[in-house]
């Protein structure tokens, strides 16, 4: 058995690259930094960008502070080939143009050898083709519809076909749905996802949907749609809510009576994170299922560590959803690219990125793969009153990444 001393050093280093991956000497500008990006002899600057105003506050707080320690840790291991991360942040403000200003900023007057950052679909495609007219590189957390692929673009979130249809395959096979409710936020993500959705849902589960419905982002009155649940009486409501219209939803489905714990219907989310429950409180959320590949209560020694130095920098009351774990990655992978290229340029950190593994992910393992997302595995958990998820499925294995799946598009 471990001394408790060797216990506590190993802890201390659990979130390290492995061994193959770490610090590389310090090697000359000249040879780090050909393409005029912000690094100097003892520097290097990155790009923070998220909304920490507005309704995606709610949100994108957690992807912050994720990426803050991501790279706290990483400075105090010696940096990365040497040099010390500086941050330069900028706040999307929940509007995708300023998504699209901002970008630019730190681009081209700033200079950033990367960014991290966006939320929303609709702030990534706002964001999207500055990066690829600038050749910045953008770490993007969040899970998404897929239908993209770009070689200025690392997803450490979800695509498509490990959250959506993996999740109603659960739905169908574990709880024999067969009639299905779509609901969803007005813009890009919501309305491509439920269009995967029904796809899967009519042509593969040979089930039916019942209703699609769509509310702006900030939207508050939810009592017409509930009542239209009730009318429909699915299965399953399938809901991709995003933002501050999680808490007026799930607080006026409770006040409209039903039992999410009932299952009748069974509500499955593939928006709701740790994140947002805070701000929902759990009393009125108990019940729901939640798709993702990662929740705060994964009992693996990475995660343990993980939210312990979390909570530690933050505070003991904070919480942590997919989204914040996938943001924490970013700077990880990043830094795992930036030394097996020996170089912070970005063209040489793109072509070095694929393939990377990182065996100390909080949600267990994570390995790029060349169409730039990552393999990782799905999880199904139903929320709990103290606000946190309990897994009641996860996937044998880690999941390829697929972001055009056939039949889908």
């Known amino acids: 058995m471990l001394s408790k001393t060797l216990s506590s050093k190993l802890k201390k280093t659990a979130l390290a690259l492995s061994a193959s991956l770490l610090l590389t000497p310090t090697i000359t500008q000249a040879e780090v930094n050909t393409t005029g990006l912000a690094v100097t002899d003892d520097s290097v600057t990155v790009g923070i960008l998220h909304s920490v105003t507005g309704t995606m506050a709610i949100s994108e707080t957690g992807s912050v502070q994720a990426e803050k320690l991501a790279i706290e840790q990483i400075n105090a291991m010696g940096g990365v080939l040497g040099r010390q991360i500086k941050i330069i942040q900028e706040d999307?403000?929940?509007?995708?143009?300023?998504?699209?200003?901002?970008?630019?900023?730190?681009?081209?007057?700033?200079?950033?050898?990367a960014v991290f950052g966006c939320w929303t679909s609709a702030s990534r495609k706002a964001a999207l083709p500055v990066f690829e007219q600038y050749n910045g590189m953008l770490y993007y957390p969040t899970f998404y519809e897929g239908l993209e692929q770009s070689p200025n673009v690392i997803y450490t979130g979800q695509e498509a076909t490990q959250q959506i249809l993996e999740g109603l395959d659960w739905a169908s096979k574990t709880k024999g749905a067969k009639k299905f409710y779509l609901l969803g936020s007005d813009y890009?993500?919501?309305r491509t996802s439920n269009k995967i959705a029904r796809k899967h849902i009519e042509n593969v589960l040979k089930a039916k949907v019942v209703g699609e419905e769509y509310?702006?982002?900030?939207?508050?009155?939810?009592?017409?749609?509930?009542?239209?649940?009730?009318?429909?009486?699915p299965d399953v409501v399938f809901i991709s809510v995003v933002g501050g219209s999680n808490v007026a939803f799930y607080k006026q489905l409770k006040a409209a009576g039903i039992d999410m714990t009932k299952e009748s219907p069974l509500f499955l989310t593939i928006s709701v994170t740790e994140d947002e429950i805070l701000g929902i409180g759990g009393e009125n959320i108990e019940g729901i299922y939640a798709s993702m590949k990662y929740f705060q209560s994964l009992p693996n020694d990475n995660n343990k560590?993980?939210?312990?130095?979390?909570?530690?920098?933050?505070?003991?009351?904070?919480v942590i959803g997919d989204v914040t774990q996938a943001a924490y990655l970013g700077p990880w992978l990043w830094k795992a690219a930036v030394e097996k290229a020996g170089s912070f340029d970005v063209d040489k950190v793109r072509e070095a990125s694929p393939g990377i593994e990182l065996t100390t992910a909080p949600e267990g393992y994570v390995k790029v793969h060349k169409n730039h997302h990552l393999w990782s595995k799905t999880r199904i958990g139903v929320a709990m009153p103290d606000g946190q998820y309990k897994v009641v499925y996860e996937s044998d294995d880690l999941i390829e990444p697929d972001p055009f799946p056939e039949g889908y598009q």
Request: hydrophobic content about 40%; charged content about 30%.
């Open 92 to 113: 999307g403000a929940s509007d995708w143009p300023t998504f699209a200003e901002k970008s630019k900023k730190l681009l081209v007057n700033d200079k950033v050898a």
């Open 188 to 190: 890009i993500w919501p």
């Open 215 to 233: 509310y702006p982002l900030g939207h508050t009155q939810f009592n017409s749609v509930i009542n239209k649940i009730k009318l429909k009486k």
């Open 305 to 318: 560590a993980f939210v312990e130095a979390f909570k530690k920098k933050w505070g003991k009351d904070i």
